[in-house]
Structure formats: C-alpha cells, structure tokens
C-alpha cells in the first residue's frame, strides 16, 4: 500500500495535504492511472522519476520536477493526456491536479518537504 504524505514549502505553505508516496516499482508503475480525476489537495509524488508520461490518462494535470533535495526544478502545467516530460537533474515528480501549481504558487527554487500524514 502506497504511503500517505503532505507535503509543504520550506517557508511554511502547504502544497499537498494529501499525497501519495509512490516510491516502489508497482506504485510508480500504477501511478495516478485509472482515476478519472484528482480532487483539489491531492498529489502523487513519484520517487525516482526524471520524467512521467500521461498515456493512457483521463484529466490534465500540473508536473513539479524535483532535485535530490526536493527543490522544485520546473513546473509543467495543464499536462494533458497522452504527453510526456522530463527534466535534468530531477530525481522525483510530484503531480497535482491541472491548475493547482500556480494557485498555491509553486515555481522553480522553491524546496519542498515531506512529512508524514495526509490520507
């Protein structure tokens, strides 16, 4: 089962307050596939990862990628279905629903954190 985390700004604002950890093969494998949507708060952090794909997939969404040390590298918004991204030097994607980066104003040198929590 996959772990559940929030996941925050180092300053403080909460970025995703219920967020799966998808850091094993089957759950980086599975990935947000067949859900037909992602609610408002809810993310995936997918852990390896330099890049992702949206094959296969029903709704658009926003792509974070992510350094060693959770610094956000870029964003790639409005992700539609059938795409793919990747990014040097990312070691993780956190993905959220399409539009939610910009409203919780997550841009490239932000660094995020983990914690335990979330579902």
């Known amino acids: 089962m996959?772990?559940?985390v929030t996941i925050a700004n180092l300053d403080g604002p909460v970025v995703c307050e219920r967020c799966v950890l998808a850091d094993s093969p089957l759950t980086r494998?599975?990935?947000l596939l067949g859900r037909k949507?992602?609610?408002?708060?809810?993310?995936?952090l997918i852990r390896p990862a330099p890049a992702i794909h949206t094959w296969f997939m029903r709704f658009a969404i926003d792509a974070i990628f992510l350094d060693p040390q959770l610094n956000v590298l870029s964003v790639r918004p409005h992700m539609r279905?059938?795409?793919m991204a990747g990014?040097?030097?990312?070691?993780?994607v956190l993905e959220l629903p399409a539009g939610e980066a910009e409203r919780r104003g997550i841009q490239p040198g932000n660094r995020l954190e983990?914690?335990?929590?979330?579902l």
């Open 114 to 118: 983990v914690s335990l929590g979330g």
């Open 2 to 4: 996959a772990k559940a």
């Open 29 to 31: 494998m599975r990935g």
């Open 37 to 44: 949507q992602l609610d408002e708060g809810h993310g995936i």
């Open 81 to 83: 279905p059938w795409r």
């Open 87 to 92: 990014q040097r030097g990312a070691r993780a």
